[in-house]
């Protein structure tokens, strides 16, 4: 009985989760010709407000590690889990300056994602093929992780009435019908009720589950201070290695990244002014108040579930709640859940598909004036890619996931040094991406992350900057007479609206 109620409200959630999306197109012009559809499609026509950019660069932050890793990692270590909470908000506040940058020079130039800007910056259309390929290897194991975190939720709250393969395959089959279609915006819309039931159920959860167990906070806390003080000082339990130099140098490095990884630039991009991304910086913040409520819970499921191991404690929240709650709340809880894997799932595929309709397929030209339909294909394509590994290869992607923010990093000179500094040239940006990433995967697959106590991710960025810097320095100028304005951005940070262009402006000289 109690499987057929939850699966039942979860069904009824995902119905509506697809109509949502399809409906959110309703009434949208296509744009002017193809690249005015890719516009549209891609990043909702440079046109969402202040509401529709926060739900949805929320929702894409905010993601399946918010239910299931953070009660793990508050369940396993503690206080290190703090970090995201950290990250996230530092890099809001970077992002109110970046954001509006990134903005504006896409507008001017008719530039949808990081990919263009890369290519446009440099003149190189293959650059943009290459950051699209090297970004889709360290966004796919997301896209993974998402559907393994959908499948290990709806599994749980259908009481293992739905196996976890099925479960994959919903998350693949939901995201894909809807986001196909709808594209940004459908995934803005889809954001909406989705943050509304975040926001209910984290919000009774955060009063349920410590007066049910605890009769309420203050006996929950005393007794987490008494018997399980390891928890709240650095290094948290157990020998992690995840001191102060791991957590201030893993907030600093996540909060650089984190504005220009593409997801985020995608949310940017749909924004229709640049006051849109500095309301939204600002508010952004109040959401991760949310996320404290995962990591308390995880650590109060140690004194209701003890004993839970490897993968098993990233179900510590749920563990509370299944047993506890009626089968309808357990239903509702895990379709919020459930879209916190979706909304973000959505966004990874619909840039995965933009980047590669725009900078590597549009390097054939019989696919250039069709970069819509090819960026469609290819979110059906990478979608399917992570569901197939899922079933047969998980732990390939899961080992990829290691280095996927740490390797994304090491973008950072190429895209806001090169538009910020237009003596960076071609070859000292690459020379230090291809060092980065090396430094990366070298210290992440010896398994020597964190170094010297640090965040590996960071060392690889001093390096990848030490080296482009002295490349730039010892190497001739690079020609472009180009004037300064088609390069830099620096100088329409100020008045970006004087920048803005059609929807279905041309793109830059790099394409």
Known sequence: MNATVATSVFGVFMAATVALGLLATRGRRKGNGEGGGL??????????????????????????????????????????VLYVVAYMSCGYAIGYVVGPMLWAYARKHGLVGITDMVAHRFGRP????????????????????QITGMGVVVSTISYGAISLNWAYFIAFAVTTGFVVVSGLRGSAWVSVLKDVLVIATLGFLAFYVPLHYFDGYGPFLDRLVTEKSEWLT???????GLGQAWFITTSFLNSLTVVIFPTTVAGYLGAKNADVLRRNAMLLPAYNV??????LLGMAALFVVPGLVGAESNLALFKLVVDSLPAWAVGVIGVAAALSSIVPMAVFMLVIGTMWGRSVLSLVPRLERRQKGAAQVVVVIAGSLALLLTYTAPNTLVRLSLISYEAMAQLLPMVLLGLMWRRLTLLGAMSGLVVGVGVVCGFVFTENDPVWGVNAGIVALGANLV??????????????????????????IGAPERAAEPDGAPAGTGH
């Open 126 to 145: 293959w650059l943009g093929a290459l950051v699209a390929v090297l970004a889709t290897v360290f966004l796919l194991p997301y896209v993974q992780l």
């Open 234 to 240: 650095f290094p948290g339990h157990g020998d992690s």
């Open 467 to 492: 080296v482009a810097l002295a490349v730039t320095y010892a190497g001739p100028r690079e020609h472009d007479d180009r004037p300064d304005e088609e390069v830099l951005a620096r100088d329409e």
């Open 290 to 295: 949310l996320l404290f409520v995962p990591m």
């Open 39 to 80: 516009a549209e499609w891609s990043v909702g026509g440079r046109s969402l407000g202040t509401a529709f950019i926060w739900v949805l660069m929320a929702g894409e932050g905010y993601t399946s590690f918010s239910y299931l890793g953070a009660a793990g990692w508050g369940y396993n270590y503690g206080a290190p």
